[in-house]
């Protein structure tokens, strides 16, 4: 039986087909194109009904040829659809005149990959709460988040920033756990017959690259102490890709195994290879742990005490992991301007970083990247001088809330809020982008400017805690600094 001469197929009984499939695959195709059920009815010159009874499971696909056509117009491999290799031979010889098109190993490894990164970006949250279920509760930061800290990781109270030391370690120290080991073979697609790509960043730069993808050099977390009166940081240097490849990794590990089991219940050790082997998710020495610095802004009213805060949403075209959710902002990679000597010492400041990553997100200026051959003359940077004037005037205060790992990635976040005065932020601000290179701003209906944010209040942290897709850190951050409001609006 020929269909759309392009499959040759023998009939078959009903038990050959994975007819489950089919529903998953409608659906994510119509969201991963912008479509409608209307829409992909008439691509596939089906009834809109019948798509519909589809998706919902109320109808069963169980004609191959059906099937077939289906694959053939979404330009998927019929294993997509349900339709197993050992179908697809054909029923005469090749001399009957009939072309035979051989399902590509390589296309199907990475159609499968691609698949299972667009699950893992659409279903963070609820990935993360079944990750958070494989770790000690003693670990577990708050019923709401799905973040985790060591006790001496998480201050008593809001501490100031100045008040934590920075170290540096001289030697380096291996990675033991690159991502590049064969517990990460599952989700390393092929690359080439017999030969699958080496890291999960070669994935991505190659099937899935976001706009900003970039092998910076970065700050490696060593140890950490973040107790009142005796707070410290130890650092050495990796790159971005090192925290990626073990990072993104684990989590598509985990996406893929809940993608094909039951979706609420918490996935086997046995079937996380990578992250088990990683093993202890605190031991800083056997993974690459490069912190992000995520912030909490603070717009205060000073005649009446009230405050709202700056809420973004990240675009996952442009950004390569917490897609497609809501953070903090600024919120960036605790990086140094760029690989030379002097800007490794001269950007080792975590209120430095802030403030790069402050004009960059919110004022839309060039990224400082250390092109120009020479450190960032920070005190000449207007800019820069403005905040610092501010902060010695007590008209803008910045506040470390911990450190910690997200429990469905590992990765590490510095958590950090800074209260700014009304005047002296809309005189610093009043200039904010709406669009910037990671996503979009987000404002309250009320608002007349993207600067002004959205309430801080107990029900918009509640909504945002319990109601709407946000980053751990940024739902950590927003949780304790509602717990600690008086302490840090003052």
Sequence with gaps: M????????????????????????????????????????????????????????????????????????????????????????????????????????????????????????????????????????????????????KPEWMPQRPLPLEDIKLRWADDRVPIEVTGGEPEAASVLPLRAPGRRFERYTSAIRYLDRPSLFENRASYRLLDANLKAGDAWLTFGLGTYFDKLDASEAAAHELAEVVREGPADEVPDWSTLPLRALIGDPFDLNRRGVMP???????????????????????????????????????????????????????????????VREYSEELLGEPERDGSQGEPINYEEWPFYRALEKARAEERVSAYCLGIGLDTLTLTATLLTVVVIDDDVFDDIFGNTVQINAEGALVTAIESTSVSEGVPFTEETVRRMLTSEPMASPGACILARSWEFRKDILG
């Design 292 to 354: 992000a610095i995520e912030t909490l802004t603070l717009r205060r009213q000073r005649d009446t005490g009230r405050a709202t805060f700056l809420l973004h949403w990240r675009d996952p075209a442009k950004v390569a992991t917490a897609a497609g959710i809501y953070g903090l902002i600024p919120a960036g990679e605790f990086q140094p301007s760029s690989v030379a000597a002097w800007d490794t010492k001269n950007d080792f400041d975590l209120w430095r970083n802030m």
């Design 2 to 149: 020929e269909t759309d001469g392009q499959w040759l197929s023998r009939p078959t009984s009903e038990a050959s087909l994975n007819t489950g499939l089919l529903a998953e695959v409608l659906k994510e195709y119509r969201q991963a194109n912008g479509l409608n059920q209307g829409d992909l009815a008439k691509l596939l010159n089906l009834d809109q009904s019948y798509v519909s009874k589809i998706e919902t499971g109320q109808r069963q696909v169980r004609d191959l040829e059906t099937l077939l056509r289906i694959a053939n117009r979404l330009n998927i491999p019929p294993s997509h659809v349900g339709v197993s290799q050992e179908l697809l031979q054909p029923v005469a010889p090749p001399s009957a005149g009939a072309l035979v098109d051989a399902v590509d190993p390589v296309e199907v490894s990475q159609s499968d990959w691609k698949r299972g990164r667009r699950f893992l970006n659409r279903h963070r949250g609820e990935l993360a709460q079944l990750a958070k279920q494989l770790y000690s509760p003693e670990f577990h930061v708050g019923d709401d988040v799905t973040f985790m800290a």
